[in-house]
């Protein structure tokens, strides 16, 4: 069944995929709960905590740069979907329209559904990470977090939180759904981070 599925990496791709990785042969959809109904006519993004409060429609997200992006993907899983191609808007671009206060050190990312995860603001904030709405062209299905998703590539994909809906700044730590229940507070692949040593 593995080998149907997933597929050991050659050493050619030692530098590509992460310790303990295998790659996966399609995209896998793994997901805590149920799938919400969400539509790009009822989607927002609120923008709360040490931050101007503000709501972005998805037109006003849309009316941001769009960009397309390449990205291998590492699920904590244990696979890897490497060269993903997203469409959507770097993290980047909507951080240049928030008032974001100085004292804001980390992020907590809410979701539809109300699924949580925490990410340090020096991990959230870099052009590589990215909202997306597309996948391979067409737009994000639900099941891989349409119509709006984070996708951060250089941590483990539970951080690349699906459905998202809002940003909260904070000064201070705080854990999300998956680290209040066990797993890594930051999840960094290449150091095998998937679960807590408290």
């Avoid at 809410?110 to 990470?129: K, S, V």
């Avoid at 998703?149 to 940003?167: F, N």
Wanted: contains cysteine; negative net charge; proline residues 8%.
């Amino acid at each position: 069944m593995a080998g149907k599925f997933f597929q050991k990496p050659g050493p050619e791709l030692a530098d590509r995929v992460p310790p303990g990785q295998h790659l996966a042969k399609g995209f896998p959809v793994l997901t805590y709960g149920d799938t919400p109904a969400v539509t790009q006519a009822n989607w927002s993004l609120s923008i709360s905590g040490l931050a101007e409060a503000k709501v972005f429609t998805w037109a006003e997200i849309m009316a941001l740069p769009q960009r397309e992006f390449t990205a291998d993907f590492h699920c904590v899983t244990t696979w890897s979907k490497l060269d993903v191609t997203w469409g959507g808007v770097s993290v980047t671009d909507l951080m240049a329209q928030l008032a974001v206060e100085p004292a804001a050190a980390h992020v907590m990312l809410h979701c539809y559904g109300g699924y949580t995860t925490n990410l340090a603001l020096a991990d959230f904030n870099r052009p590589a990470n990215f909202f997306a709405h597309t996948l391979a062209g067409e737009p994000l299905p639900a099941e891989h977090g349409g119509p709006m998703r984070l996708v951060v590539p250089h941590l483990y994909a539970w951080k690349s939180a699906k459905w998202i809906s809002g940003l909260e700044f904070l000064a201070d730590p705080a854990l999300g759904f998956w680290e209040r229940n066990g797993y890594h507070p930051r999840g960094e692949p290449w150091a095998e981070e998937r679960y807590s040593d408290r």
